[in-house]
């Protein structure tokens, strides 16, 4: 499937622990978009972009619950924030926040990421925000070609060796992407959602790599952390 450079990946998974925090993250994360539109997938595409990012990595119950939320009369008031370190073997980190209690999240992300070497610096300039798309299914030739004709800004279309097609391309053409995709077949997408995506990879060694792999897994499991975003290549 790609490089995966999110901190949601599947050996993340293993514990309940970690499990637990990608339900909360998915919780809070449609719950925020079905608040800032109508709690429908049909009308809201934030919604629908947030429900078809989690679809494979939670119960169908956990989105539902989110959105029934959203449609009663509180509302909790979630607040993004964006932190970027310099970590282990120069690694660059970015995490984002999603939470109701900004100091909380900023002094957690803040003691997990220097306990284990890492320091605050201005990395996102490393980075482009983009839209990724996994999939397997027609060509790449065919898939490109289908997407320029649908009038869809697509940067980079790559194939690996498993023949699953990752496409790169502008953040606001996600769903117009997978709407064109879907008139070539292709229904199911194992990923599908925008990201910041390193310029360069580098690969981490030794002692720095496992500092980096526990730091990791301790923010993939804090419940004010939705994503992680990182240029090293061999987690």
């Known amino acids: 499937m790609g490089r995966h450079f999110e901190v949601r990946a599947a050996a993340m998974a293993a514990s309940a622990k970690a499990k637990s925090a990608i339900y909360m993250r998915a919780s809070k994360e449609i719950y925020a978009a079905a608040k800032s539109g109508e709690p429908d997938p049909n ?12 679809r494979k990595q939670c119960p169908k119950d956990v989105i539902e619950r989110a959105i029934e939320k959203a449609k009663g009369g509180d509302a909790v008031a979630y607040i993004q924030g964006r932190y970027e370190f310099m970590g282990p073997g120069g690694s660059e980190i970015i995490v984002d926040t999603l939470t109701d209690n900004v ?5 957690t992300v803040r003691t997990i990421v220097t306990r284990k070497g890492g320091k605050m610096a201005t990395v996102n ?5 983009l839209g990724i798309l996994n999939f397997k299914g027609p060509s ?10 649908g009038d869809v800004d697509v940067r980079d279309v790559s194939i690996d060796e498993d023949g699953e097609i990752e496409v790169r391309l502008e953040p606001n053409d996600l769903a117009k992407a997978q709407e064109v995709l879907k008139d070539l077949g292709v229904t199911d997408f194992d990923r599908a959602e925008t ?4 310029n360069e990879w580098i690969e981490v060694e030794g002692e720095d790599l496992q500092k980096l792999k526990d730091m990791m897994a301790n923010l993939d499991e804090s419940e004010d952390v939705q994503a992680v975003y990182t240029n090293v290549d061999n987690l």
């Open 43 to 54: 009308s809201n595409l934030a919604l629908r972009a947030a429900i078809e990012k989690y």
């Open 103 to 107: 100091n909380r999240a900023l002094v």
């Open 140 to 149: 790449r030739d065919e898939v490109e070609e289908a997407l320029i004709l």
């Open 125 to 129: 300039y490393n980075f482009q925000y």
């Open 195 to 198: 990201t910041m995506y390193p």
